[in-house]
């Protein structure tokens, strides 16, 4: 368990989460993943990194993250919006890289929307530069995907 805002602490999410972080994803994006989808990162798997960050007894936050050879993807992060700029992210991203570098990763990479300003404005406050462009990626509207990259050391200790 981390320690991050006063009330916020992080651990491993499973399956029992699976409908708070479905109300999460669903009040967060427009394209909110399917439950099987989510279901599928909350499932036990060594290749996979799901984490909560709970308040109050209650889960206000999640990231889900694929461990790739030396690499952590991140798939998918949240704060829920009664929770933003709380340091819900953060503690989370954090979190995620801490338990990365123990496992011998060394970045963090990830793709986030073209015209999503607060996601990329959060990622640049901890470190992450584009290191690309996948044009037209996302299916529903079309949007360039950037692609973002981080050390793990570098977001592990903010
Ligand atoms: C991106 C997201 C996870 C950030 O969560 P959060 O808990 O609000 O982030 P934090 O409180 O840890 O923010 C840390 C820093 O990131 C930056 N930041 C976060 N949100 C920002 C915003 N809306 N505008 C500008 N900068 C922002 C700031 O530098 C902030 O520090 P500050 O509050 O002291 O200025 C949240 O906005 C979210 O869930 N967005 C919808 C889902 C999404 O787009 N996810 C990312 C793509 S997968």
């Not at 984490?51 to 690499?71: C, H, I, N, S, Y």
């Amino acid at each position: 368990m981390t320690a991050a805002h006063p009330r916020v602490t992080v651990r491993t999410a499973d399956a029992g989460d699976l409908a708070a972080v479905a109300i999460i994803e669903n009040l967060c994006f427009g394209d909110p993943w399917s439950l099987p989808a989510l279901l599928s990162e909350l499932e036990p798997d060594p290749m996979r990194l799901p984490l909560a960050a709970e308040a109050d007894g209650q889960v206000v936050g999640f990231l889900m993250a694929w461990l790739v050879t030396d690499q952590l993807h991140v798939l998918n992060i949240a704060a829920d919006p009664h929770w933003r700029r709380q340091g819900i992210g953060t503690a989370l991203l954090r979190e995620a890289a801490r338990r990365g570098r123990a496992l011998g990763l060394v970045e963090a990479t990830l793709e986030v929307r073209r015209g999503n300003v607060a996601g990329r404005a959060f990622y640049q406050r901890h470190g992450f530069h584009e290191t690309g462009v996948r044009k037209r990626y996302y299916a529903d509207n079309g949007e360039d995907a950037i692609i973002l990259d981080c050390d793990l050391d570098t977001l592990a200790e903010g």
